[in-house]
């Protein structure tokens, strides 16, 4: 880019925004440029680019000043909540990162069970206050460092409490979306005057699901600026805990129960997440491994290899486990629960562990995971700092996860541990979640790499899960595929299509290259 072009829009920025607010300092751009994870995996796409100017927006106005500046420069923007993983970053040069972290007011509305956000507001902020009103929003996946807003509207927003508060893109109610031609368009009950946030489609037709797609469109179809989502009871006083990280000193919640479960055998535990979910008892479930529990019991990669060779959770936790988590109204309704609970386990093959099983640390870390989601990101990442995992991640029924999609998977990830091209944690590692009280499951397998290490390939696993995949027509990354794998696409091209249409001179638009991925998998080889 011209040096003139791009310091004619800088002086627009800093009119705008104010000097303090936008950068074009190498040092502040180099760090909105590197982040682990898949896109160190070098399959001959570059996933990342400096982007030329970082700005700050802290209102509506700035965004759309923002937008009407790149616009006039030829400039591209993205915007980012907390920036959790690379395509919160520049995927595409000329890029102007919005860091939105200005904007983080959150207004709490209780006694009509929703709340409304802004990007910044993390997961835990949202938790935390929420509570202290008695009621909790729905926690997403990521851990209590990422955005609600941003998996409700641009990412996919499942966790461990999806079970009883579903996941964030069905949680959505009014939206405050600023579109690419820098226009305000109000979503749900939001769009009619007078009608405040309280409802996700008001009058007409309802456009949430072009908002994000199947699985959300990492923000690259404007900017999203508040979101109210739905809120659910919480029984007891607010959680807390005293201390510092990574353990801390943790109290017992009234009416509450809390265990881990392993399974020996896939039939049986998918036929225990069926009755689990149709009794309509559990509040928290997540499904982790020996590798990720060591990961998460460890304060240093020294620790967590000499955990490793010890082999105590591995030994205990061999085939993954569950940890599982209710909170009642009354101690009739936790005992009624817990009875249930323990039918369904012991009818279906199940062995039920205290978390007090490996001391302290372990209640700490299941507790902390069941109310906040705490430890999820410190188990995907330690000790390798990046993560990736052996397709397909996905969202069906259980029985196409366990049966079909796992051992894909699992099959993917043995070939490429066998020639150090991944860690070798452990052979299953997957994180799975039943979704609300139903028959659907979350998984993503996870793998840990190193993406530096010259035998680092952790993109040929994803593909050769990929390919396997579709060839018995599974979903990928989430979403159910067409009933034909030549149809892929299809997901991905009716994004396009709405991307092209609220975006007509292509300010965006470049940001997702369409003939590039399909690519990675032509149809003639599938």
């Known amino acids: 880019m011209q040096s003139t072009i791009l310091?004619?829009?800088?002086?627009?920025?800093?009119?705008?925004?104010?000097?303090?607010?936008?950068?074009?300092?190498?040092?502040?751009?180099?760090?909105?440029?590197?982040?682990?994870?898949?896109?160190?995996?070098g399959i001959g796409l570059q996933w990342m680019y400096r982007p030329v100017a970082v700005t700050l927006p802290g209102s509506v106005e700035d965004v759309q000043a923002i937008i009407e500046i790149c616009g006039k420069y030829g400039l591209i923007f993205k915007a980012h909540s907390t920036a959790w993983w690379f395509m919160a970053l520049a995927t595409c040069p000329k890029t102007v990162i919005l860091d939105m972290r200005r904007m983080n007011n959150l207004e709490i509305h209780a006694e009509d069970l929703y709340y409304i956000t802004e990007p910044y507001v993390t997961v835990g902020e949202s938790h935390i206050e929420c509570m202290r009103q008695g009621v909790i929003p729905h926690g997403c996946g990521a851990g209590p460092n990422a955005s609600n807003l941003a998996s409700a509207t641009s990412m996919q927003g499942t966790g461990g409490s999806s079970v009883r508060t579903s996941m964030n893109e069905r949680n959505v109610l009014a939206v405050?979306?600023?579109?690419?031609?820098?226009?305000?368009?109000?979503?749900g009950s939001l769009n009619t005057p007078g009608a405040g946030w309280f409802c996700g489609d008001g009058p007409g037709p309802s456009l949430r699901g072009m908002m994000r797609g199947a699985v959300g469109n990492n923000g690259y179809n404007g900017?999203?600026?508040?979101?109210?989502?739905?809120?659910?009871?919480?029984?007891?006083?607010?959680?807390?805990?005293?201390?510092?990280?990574?353990?801390?000193?943790?109290?017992?919640?009234?009416?509450?129960?809390?265990?881990?479960?392993?399974?020996?055998?896939?039939e049986q535990e998918a036929d225990a997440l069926y009755q689990l979910g149709e009794a309509e008892i559990i509040d928290y479930n997540n499904r982790w491994a020996s590798g990720a529990f060591t990961g998460a019991m460890s304060t240093s990669n020294q620790e967590?290899?000499?955990?490793?060779?010890?082999?105590?959770y591995k030994e205990k936790f061999g085939n993954g486990f569950w940890t599982f988590f209710m909170h009642a109204p009354s101690q009739r309704a936790i005992e009624y629960r817990i009875k249930v609970?323990?039918?369904?386990?012991a009818n279906t093959g199940g062995t039920i562990y205290h978390c007090?099983?490996?001391?302290?640390?372990s209640y700490e870390i299941a507790i902390q995971n069941a109310v906040f989601g705490m430890f999820i990101g410190k188990?995907?990442?330690?000790?390798?700092?990046?993560?990736?995992?052996?397709?397909?991640?996905?969202?069906?029924?259980?029985d196409q996860c366990y049966k079909h999609a796992l051992p894909i998977s699992l099959a993917a990830k043995e070939a490429w541990t066998s020639t150090d091209k991944i860690l070798n944690e452990g052979r299953d590692n997957c994180y799975v979640c039943i979704d609300e009280d139903g028959h659907y499951v979350h998984i993503?397998?996870?793998a840990l790499v190193e993406p530096w290490e010259p035998l680092s390939e952790p993109i040929g696993a994803i593909l050769l899960g990929t390919a396997n995949a579709l060839k018995n027509n599974l979903g990928i990354m989430y979403m159910p595929l067409h009933a034909s794998p030549k149809d892929m696409m299809i997901y991905q091209k009716q994004q396009v299509k709405i991307q092209q249409l609220l975006d007509p001179t292509g300010k965006i638009t470049n940001h997702i290259n369409l003939k590039a991925f399909e690519q990675l998998m032509p149809e003639e080889e599938i």
């Open 7 to 41: 310091q004619a829009a800088y002086t627009e920025f800093v009119e705008a925004l104010g000097a303090g607010n936008v950068s074009i300092d190498p040092g502040i751009i180099e760090s909105y440029t590197y982040m682990n994870g898949l896109a160190q995996g």
């Open 176 to 187: 405050e979306w600023i579109t690419p031609t820098g226009e305000v368009l109000k979503l």
């Open 223 to 266: 900017v999203f600026t508040r979101v109210a989502l739905k809120l659910y009871p919480w029984y007891g006083p607010p959680y807390e805990a005293k201390g510092g990280p990574p353990f801390f000193d943790t109290q017992e919640i009234p009416n509450s129960y809390l265990r881990y479960v392993v399974w020996s055998d896939f």
């Open 304 to 312: 967590y290899l000499e955990m490793v060779k010890k082999g105590d």
């Open 341 to 345: 609970f323990e039918k369904i386990v």
């Open 356 to 361: 007090m099983l490996f001391g302290k640390r």
């Open 379 to 398: 188990a995907a990442y330690m000790p390798t700092s990046a993560n990736t995992g052996a397709l397909p991640m996905t969202y069906e029924t259980i």
């Open 444 to 446: 993503e397998h996870a």
